[in-house]
Nanobody
Framework: QGQLVESGGGLVQAGGSLRLSCAVS????????MGWFRQAPGKERESVAA????????YYPNSVKGRFTISRDNAKNTVYLQMNRLKPEDTAVYYC????????????????????WGQGTQVTVSS
């Protein structure tokens, strides 16, 4: 079974930055497509970034495009989410997710497309 452990959440002022990390074990990381999702109270879980296992292909919704950057280090079995120019509406629990993929160019942005999930890390942006 894959295990995902997020870290790096916290409290930050609007306009600030945070970098989330997700360490993966139990699976062949270099063949995992990875994603970051968030869930605010009373809202559905939504995708904020995704990356193919090759690292060459990424996805961002318009709400975070230009502010968030997903990256991966296959040597460290870790995926990152760099979040800049944070806004109060970015406040949520952030989750990383993983799934095996046959193609190095595919990313996935649906919650039902992922097989493994982390426990989540809280990000709070104050105004």
């Amino acid at each position: 079974q894959g295990q995902l452990v997020e870290s790096g959440g916290g409290l930050v002022q609007a306009g600030g930055s945070l970098r989330l990390s997700c360490a993966v074990s139990g699976r062949t990381f270099s063949r995992l497509a990875m994603g970051w999702f968030r869930q605010a109270p009373g809202k559905e879980r939504e995708s904020v970034a995704a990356i193919s296992w090759s690292g060459r292909n990424t996805y961002y919704p318009n709400s975070v495009k230009g502010r968030f950057t997903i990256s991966r280090d296959n040597a460290k079995n870790t995926v990152y989410l760099q979040m800049n120019r944070l806004k109060p509406e970015d406040t949520a629990v952030y989750y990383c997710a993983a799934r095996e993929s046959n193609t190095g160019s595919s990313w996935y942005n649906g919650i039902y497309q992922y097989d493994y999930w982390g426990q989540g890390t809280q990000v709070t942006v104050s105004s």
